[in-house]
């Protein structure tokens, strides 16, 4: 909070270390909710792939190649420049694009008389010429298919709603549409991209071009397992100069994945032998990773001359590639890449750290007098825990919302302490269950292992009862809070949020807050003197 700083510089002169004592005084106290654990700052966590995305852009970028955006819509006719006879066999694995066709719709009679009685009026001979030139206009593609229901209400002078209806209603032609596919796929491979690509640059550059792109890829998987993604992200750079050899991939291998922890390399040639490489040079790349061993990481290969041709390429070019999601699954030790790309779809693993932070209290004051008056409850109860009823503390005496009140913390009943048995109880989470535990032998394992909330019972029960005193005082009364058996997270002021508790009951885990808190605090507000 706030505070005067003349005021302080002169207690300080006067008595230096009473006003060095009386430092704690401006500060606010946190009261539950704003301690540790759910008071914490976190690094907001990056997706697994795009953190792997970067570092591969960042380390191609070192090495010095300039990135690049190869084309995603690839011509179909240029798949079969690429591949030469293997084009059939890709092609089978490739997205084709495909669209709606624009009908040609008619407007007779029977049409109109259906729009009039949607409009509830008639349609004039100039509004219908209007909207048979708006659809044709449709049909030649001069009006776009997200601006024909604003050109048509502008046009039948109704409002976007009505013109809805009319299409749905009127015009079933819209409603019947099939897509049909076009010539143009989506990119399988990287290299497709890199030919048109290159076919612009290698002429129009400094020899030899060094490019890299970190983009996605698509192919039509028969299904998603494990491996395999029908969207995934492809890591591939391209070396063209008339000096180029198979040597450069090996170098790249190298420069390019130590900087992911791996240490040592082998080169093996790759059986797939694509006929966009030249013979005997496609090459698969193994790289030793300290906790993995070895594992294969990536492709190279020099580009044929027979491709390169059918582009007007004519110097040698060297192509390496590698799955990002592959790398990611390596990097984060993942078995399954459709965990690791899409972990919302896939139970969430939360940690004791975690539950620990979502366990809360229901009721807290809001005031700054108010959690000083929590912690008085709490203090006072603590120091007399074990005296005997019947007795009464006061714990507060002050103004709150312009009132003076007191606040005792009592036991009105004989043979009873101050406090019951469960009062110091903490609250932990251990192995995913929320306990509320005391300080003995059967429960140091808990202690000890678990994480705790840094919540007692009495901290919930003082603030509750904090918190209704508060209340209480601004409408001018005085209050009496009670708090006898726990049973529930409720019965002791207390809340675990939603995900987490789904968490708990999905992995069979408990909640368990129960015990004997016997704790009974009351506020007055003193009678003021007649005059």
């Not at 009386?22 to 914490?40: F, H, K, M």
């Amino acid at each position: 909070m706030r505070f005067d700083v003349e005021e302080f510089k002169k207690r300080a002169r006067e008595d230096f270390e009473h006003a060095w004592h009386e430092g704690p005084s401006v500060l606010t106290p946190a009261g539950v909710s704003g301690r540790y654990p759910r008071l914490r700052y976190t690094r907001a966590r990056p997706h697994p792939i795009f953190e792997i995305v970067q570092r591969l852009r960042e380390t191609y970028l070192a090495m010095g190649f300039d990135e690049a955006i190869n084309p995603l819509i690839v011509e179909e006719s240029d798949i079969y420049r690429q591949f030469g006879p293997e084009a059939m066999a890709v092609l089978d694995r490739v997205f084709y694009l495909g669209g709606l066709p624009r009908p040609n719709v008619g407007i007779a009679r029977k049409q109109l008389d259906e729009i009039e009685a949607i409009l509830g009026r008639a349609v004039s001979p100039g509004t219908e010429e209007k909207l048979r030139e708006t659809l044709h206009g449709y049909k030649k593609g001069t009006i776009d298919g997200d601006e024909l229901t604003h050109e048509l209400a502008a046009v039948l002078e109704a409002d976007d709603a009505a013109v809805v209806h009319i299409l749905d209603a009127v015009f079933p032609e819209f409603r019947e549409l099939a897509p049909e596919s076009s010539r143009n796929t989506l990119r399988s491979h990287m290299t497709s991209g890199w030919f048109l690509t290159l076919s612009s640059l290698w002429e129009k550059r400094h020899l030899p071009i060094r490019l890299f792109s970190v983009d996605r890829c698509f192919r039509r998987e028969q299904e998603e397992g494990p491996t395999r993604l029908m969207a995934y992200h492809s890591a591939s750079c391209v070396v063209a100069g008339e000096d180029v050899t198979l040597e450069e991939g090996k170098a790249i291998s190298e420069a390019l994945l130590s900087a992911f922890g791996f240490t040592e390399f082998r080169f093996q040639p790759d059986e797939k032998r694509s006929k966009y490489y030249m013979p005997e040079t496609q090459t698969e790349v193994y790289a030793r990773h300290p906790a993995l061993g070895w594992v294969e990481v990536a492709t190279f290969g020099i580009y044929s001359p027979s491709a390169l041709a059918e582009y007007g390429i004519g110097v040698p070019v060297m192509n390496l590639g590698l799955g990002v999601e592959r790398l990611a699954m390596i990097a984060y030790q993942s078995n399954d890449i459709r965990q690791l790309t899409h972990p919302q779809f896939f139970p969430q693993e939360i940690s004791d750290r975690e539950v620990a932070g979502a366990v809360h209290l229901r009721e807290e004051p809001r005031s700054a007098v108010g959690k000083r008056i929590a912690e008085a409850i709490r203090a006072t109860a603590a120091e007399h825990a074990a005296a005997p009823g019947p007795c009464a503390f006061t714990a507060w005496k002050g103004e709150i919302a312009g009132r003076e009140i007191e606040v005792i913390v009592e036991e009105p009943e004989s043979n009873t302490k101050l406090c019951g048995p469960a009062c110091f109880n903490e609250v932990y989470v251990h192995d995913g269950s929320v306990l509320g535990v005391p300080d003995i032998e059967k429960w140091a394992k808990v202690r000890e292992e678990g994480v705790s909330t840094g919540i007692t019972y009495l901290d919930a029960v003082s603030s509750l009862a904090a918190a209704r005193i508060e209340e209480a005082a601004r409408c001018g009364e005085g209050t009496h809070v009670q708090v006898k058996m726990s049973k529930l997270p409720s019965d002791v002021n207390m809340r675990i949020e939603e995900y987490a508790m789904r968490h708990i009951t999905d992995h069979n885990k408990k909640v368990d807050l129960r015990g004997p808190v016997f704790l009974t605090v009351r506020s007055v507000i003193p009678e003021q003197p007649t005059q």
